[in-house]
């Protein structure tokens, strides 16, 4: 009996732990003549955190575009961040903007005038987002807590073009 309550209780904690993530930076640090983003983090309410702003693509995007991604991970959360293993592969614009409607159009799917599943090349669209949360539901559970940072590098014939910062917070929650 008391291993069945044991168990139990074993279940209903797991089951009731959840990561609870909040953006913390979202930055364009290169490629200003490609792309103008004001997407800027900001509480929505005492309880959560948004990104609102404005992204627009300047310049029709092509295969030649390749997307690079890094991973850092600060365990502690005091920005000492530790290259982390996980990784997306390089791929060109085209094949990225493919992959993550395939993956992730649920979280977007409420964004007007993206580009269309398919499209290449992409073409010049300015895109607003309004008191978008981060979608937790899109991490893994299995991922650890602290302070995330993703670089996102965009190059053409090993030339950087663009670059983009986001830092983001994971922590684990009671879901109570």
């Known amino acids: 009996m008391l291993i069945v309550l044991f168990s139990l209780l074993l279940f209903v904690s797991v089951t009731l ?7 913390e930076r979202l930055e364009q640090l290169a490629g200003f003549d490609i792309y103008n983003s004001s997407l800027r983090v900001r509480k929505y309410n005492r309880t959560a ?6 992204i627009e693509l300047m310049v029709p995007l092509n295969e030649s575009v ?6 850092f991970h600060s ?3 005091n920005q000492q961040f530790n290259h982390y293993p996980v990784k997306f592969p390089t791929q060109n614009v085209c094949e990225f903007l493919e992959n993550f409607y395939t993956d992730y159009s649920e979280y ?3 964004l007007d005038n993206l580009p269309a599943k398919g499209e290449c090349p992409i ?3 300015k895109v607003d987002i309004l008191n978008k ?3 937790a539901k899109a991490v893994p559970p299995f991922f650890p807590s602290g302070l995330w940072k993703a670089q996102i590098k965009l190059t053409m014939n090993d030339i950087e073009i663009a670059r983009f910062e986001l830092i ?6 009671l879901g109570i």
């Not at 390749?66 to 991973?71: A, F, G, K, Y």
Request: net charge negative; charged share 25%.
């Open 75 to 77: 365990s502690r959360g």
């Open 49 to 54: 955190v948004a990104i609102n702003g404005t």
């Open 133 to 135: 949360p981060f979608p």
């Open 17 to 23: 732990q959840l990561m609870q993530i909040d953006f």
């Open 168 to 173: 983001i917070k994971a922590r684990q929650d």
């Open 66 to 71: 390749m997307v690079t991604s890094d991973l």
């Open 123 to 125: 073409k010049p669209c």
């Open 108 to 110: 977007v799917d409420d």
